[in-house]
């Protein structure tokens, strides 16, 4: 059977951070898991451009899926992300310098979009790899949440599915404990 593609996005650094493990997570993934050939995409942290070209890679390499990966500083299990919702309210600038305050990020489109991919069993195989993970209810109102929402607006009704994976700071969790959670939260799609 022919493998089924899946987008795996990563972030550039921001903030005061000056690494992201978002990135270099996926960056050591290998190309195959399971049923999946990965095509992998380092995004900037900023509004707008880094769901801009996360949709363009997606048609691009003609994904059937993308799983997109963030840091959430201060979480210290690796938390899917339930849902993606319409707002933009940043605490610190994105990396173009945008800091957004409570706008939403289409004012015409719906208030929320769930994930389209199993997160839950995602969240389950996680914890069965011995990995610590949680189900999150929130993926925030930054770039991550803008990235989440903007790909499930874009592929609603359509057979591309999407999801979001934050993990811990590496002084929270390892890196290998965070690329095992991703191998397991792939394999479980
Ligand atoms: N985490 C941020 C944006 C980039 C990243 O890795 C977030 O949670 O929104």
């Known amino acids: 059977?022919?493998?089924?593609?899946l987008?795996?996005?990563?972030?550039?650094?921001?903030g005061s951070e000056d690494?992201?493990?978002?990135?270099?997570?996926?960056?050591?993934?290998?190309?195959?898991?399971?049923?999946?050939?990965?095509?992998k995409l380092l995004l900037p942290v900023e509004f707008d451009r880094a769901a801009a070209l996360a949709i363009r890679?997606?048609?691009?390499?003609?994904?059937?899926?993308?799983?997109?990966?963030?840091?959430?500083?201060?979480?210290?299990?690796?938390?899917?992300?339930?849902?993606?919702?319409?707002?933009?309210?940043?605490?610190?600038?994105?990396?173009?310098g945008q800091k957004p305050a409570g706008?939403?990020?289409d004012p015409n489109g719906p208030a929320a979009f769930f994930s389209t991919l199993p997160v839950r069993a995602m969240t389950k195989a996680i914890q069965d790899?011995?990995?610590?993970?949680?189900?999150?209810?929130t993926a925030g109102t930054y770039v991550c949440n803008d990235l989440l929402y903007s790909l499930l607006k874009r592929f609603s009704g359509a057979a591309v599915r999407a999801a979001f994976?934050?993990?811990?700071?590496?002084?929270?969790?390892?890196?290998?404990?965070s690329i095992r959670a991703l191998i397991a939260a792939i394999e479980a799609i």
């Not at 059977?1 to 593609?5: A, L």
């Not at 690494?19 to 095509?39: M, Q, T, Y």
């Open 19 to 39: 690494r992201n493990p978002s990135w270099e997570a996926v960056d050591a993934l290998p190309e195959r898991i399971g049923a999946w050939k990965l095509c």
């Open 103 to 105: 706008e939403p990020i």
């Open 57 to 96: 890679a997606a048609e691009a390499c003609r994904a059937d899926a993308v799983l997109s990966v963030g840091l959430a500083a201060g979480r210290t299990a690796v938390t899917p992300e339930y849902v993606g919702v319409n707002v933009r309210d940043a605490s610190i600038p994105d990396n173009a």
């Open 7 to 14: 987008l795996v996005t990563g972030f550039m650094p921001f």
């Open 129 to 137: 790899a011995g990995v610590p993970a949680k189900l999150s209810y």
């Open 165 to 177: 994976v934050h993990i811990p700071l590496e002084q929270d969790l390892p890196l290998d404990r």
């Open 1 to 5: 059977m022919e493998p089924k593609t």
